[in-house]
């Protein structure tokens, strides 16, 4: 990719590749500083090879896994919840709550710099998607019912996340 990358450059002079700013976070949840990466996009055999079929369906189709079945929904071990997709760093267990609704839920990320959010219409309504800043994996929805000190609730599917144990 690289090659091809250095390839379209030398030809064109210019590089399709867009690049963002996000927050990097060490293992024990210590911000380590804001980097710029290149934002990440593969077609979809690519993303199959690389997830299940449930976190193909959630974090590349937008799809949602079933309420209290996600392994991460009751997880109340202290650590980093990051995108099963790129690994970036999403949220702390430090702002997990319990929200009632069967799915993990934050009241803010662990960096606003590393989600991003859309408007979403499907299903006769309008709510705020959330989804990974660097690689678009759709996370979840933010919801205006969330405990102190925000009043958000980020419902976000287990199958969009991996965690890593605080050590």
Known sequence: MRTILLALVL?????????????????????KGVVTVDKITKPDDEWRKQLTPEQFDVARKHGTERAFTG???NNHEAGIYRCVCCG????????????GTGWPSFYQPI??????TTTDTSHFMERTEVHCARCDAHLGHIFDDGPKPTGLRYCINSAALTFTKKP
């Open 11 to 31: 030809l064109t002079g210019t590089s399709d590749i867009a690049q963002l700013k996000i927050v990097e976070f060490d293992a024990a949840g210590m911000r």
């Open 88 to 99: 970036t760093a999403l949220f702390s267990s430090d702002t997990k709550f319990e929200s």
């Open 71 to 73: 392994k991460l929904w």
């Open 111 to 116: 960096a606003k710099e590393n989600v991003g």
